[in-house]
């Protein structure tokens, strides 16, 4: 009996101490995440500021906010949808980085779920946080190392490039998606069912191009919600 009680303090002494190294984790994540975010944010104004101001090449208001207008009415949807969307999978230092970086979609998303599914961790635990920050920082150097050779010599590599070759680039993000989709279906059948077939039922309409996005998604996780409650619920019904 003590013994059993010794077992169940060191167990719960471990999960206190877990949960606080995440919590100092998180809040350095936080702390750097938005200080790394926001010196991309003011240099990337920086350009376009000195352009304005010094050099005199202000184009006036009225053109970039017609401009912001046309672009936001496209896209504003994915500035909320993105992080909500990839937050489950990239944790808080992963969202930070992936944001940082960009290419989320073709990259740090593939990359984290690689990476988690390498070592058996779960979206959305804490290992699963790890796992995904360490593969997304890992993805993030490698691209930036390819990318160095490619900007500096894009446009010779560009010309040289086989036409059958470039027909294949608008294939290689629906070949990402799928490979991430199949291998979480695996884990759960039936929800990837319900993933495609939702999916191809919404491209059939015609809705715009982001709320096609934005419709997939919710009604794939409202149905797959409903579908663990329904099953809990049974497995209850059976217990009694």
């Not at 960009?102 to 599914?117: D, E, K, R, T, V």
Request: net charge positive; hydrophobic share 50%.
């Amino acid at each position: 009996m003590e013994t059993e009680q010794l077992q169940g303090m060191n167990t719960s002494n471990r999960t206190k101490e877990g949960s606080m190294s995440m919590d100092v984790f998180h809040e350095k994540a936080h702390f750097w995440g938005r200080l790394t975010i926001w010196a991309v944010i003011i240099l990337s104004l920086f350009l376009p500021a000195y352009l304005s101001y010094v050099l005199g090449y202000h184009p006036g208001w009225t053109v970039i906010l017609n401009g912001l207008a046309a672009y936001a009415g496209l896209i504003a949807v994915v500035w909320v949808m993105e992080p909500i969307m990839y937050f489950p999978m990239l944790g808080v230092s992963g969202t930070y980085i992936s944001f940082l970086t960009g290419n989320i979609s073709n990259m740090c998303l593939p990359s984290a779920a690689a990476a988690q599914n390498a070592v058996g961790a779960e979206p959305g635990t804490k290992k699963g946080e790890l796992t995904a920050t360490l593969g997304i920082g890992a993805a993030s150097l490698v691209n930036k190392l390819i990318l160095i050779p490619i900007i500096i010599g894009g446009s010779f590599i560009l010309s040289n490039i086989p036409e059958k070759l470039e027909a294949i680039f608008p294939l290689v993000l629906p070949a990402i998606f799928g490979a991430v989709l199949a291998q979480f279906a695996v884990k759960k059948p039936i929800y990837g069912v319900i993933g495609l077939t939702v999916g191809l039922f919404i491209n059939l309409t015609a809705l715009p191009i982001y709320m096609k996005s934005l419709s997939c998604i919710a009604i794939t996780v409202s149905i797959c919600i409903l579908l663990e409650k329904a099953q809990e619920k049974n497995k209850h019904n059976n217990r009694r």
